[in-house]
C-alpha cells in the first residue's frame, strides 16, 4: 500500500465511492438534502489510505457504496480530513481522553490506518497534562487496550524517578501520602511492578543527561508501522524523519539516524558515545 499524505488531481479520476457511516443515513435540520453520515471519497485514496478499503473495494462486481459498523460519523469525517489534507481536528481539550483516543484507536485498526492511529498517540504524547499514577490505574482498569498510551505515562513517570529522584517526583509530603496509598493498594501492583522495571531499565548502562522526556521524543517508538516502508516515509512529530532529540550539555541535538535505536532495543540512545 502506497503511502500518501493527500489528495491530488490522480485521485480526481478515480471513480467515487459512497460510504456510509452506520446502516442508514442521518440528516439534520439545518441541511435536509446531506445526509451527515454519507461522504463520497475517490477510490483509490480510499485503496491508499487504508487496507480495509483495499480489500472491499477490490471485488468483483465492484462496489459503489461501502457500509461501515461505525455510526459515530465525526470519527468518520475526521479520519478523512486526515486523509485529504494531513491534519487531524478533534474539537476536543487535550490532552485527549482515554475514552476518545480507544474510539479513534478502535476505528483506526477496523480501517486499517496506521496513520490514523500514530497522529492520536503524537498528540496524546505532546501533552503531559495530568499523566498520574491513577492514570495507570485507570488505563488498566478500563482500557486494558491502549498498551501504547500506558506505556508513555509509565515512562514518564520513571524518567521523573530516574532525572530527579524519588523526592522530585513525590513533590511533596502530599505526594508521599499519595504514593504509599497508592503502593499499599493490592490492585496496583502489578503497576508499581512495571514502574520499577521500567526505572531499571531506563537506568541501565545510561547517563542521566542524555535520557529523553516521553513527550519529547520525535521518533516511532510508540508508532505502528505496518512494515518498514510506511516507517521509512513516516514523517515523526514535527515533521522530522525518525529524529530523537538529546539535550548534552544544553545544546540540542537531532539524531537522525535511529539505528542505535534498532541495536539496543530500547530508547535510549547516546549520541557520541564515549
Ligand atoms: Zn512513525
Redesign the pocket.
Known sequence: MAVTGSMNAKHARSPVIKIVAGENEIFSEEDPDAALNVFYVAKSLLIESSSYFAIVLDSTPERAVVFLPEHDYEVVENWLNLIFNGTLNIQEKLPLAFATIQKYFVFANLVGSEKLK?VITDSFQEHPIDWTLNSLRALQDDYSSLTTIFDIILEYHAWVIVTEGWAGFWGSPDGIVAWNKFICDQDNCSIVNQLLLKIDELNSGRLRKRLICPSDRKD?KW?E?LNDET?AK?P?RNGKPDAVKVVINGIEHWDINDSMLKTNGNAYNEINPA
Do not use: I, S, V
Request: hydrophobic share 0%; with cysteine.
Open positions: 500514530n516511532c508508532h508501522h516507517k513516516c515523526g
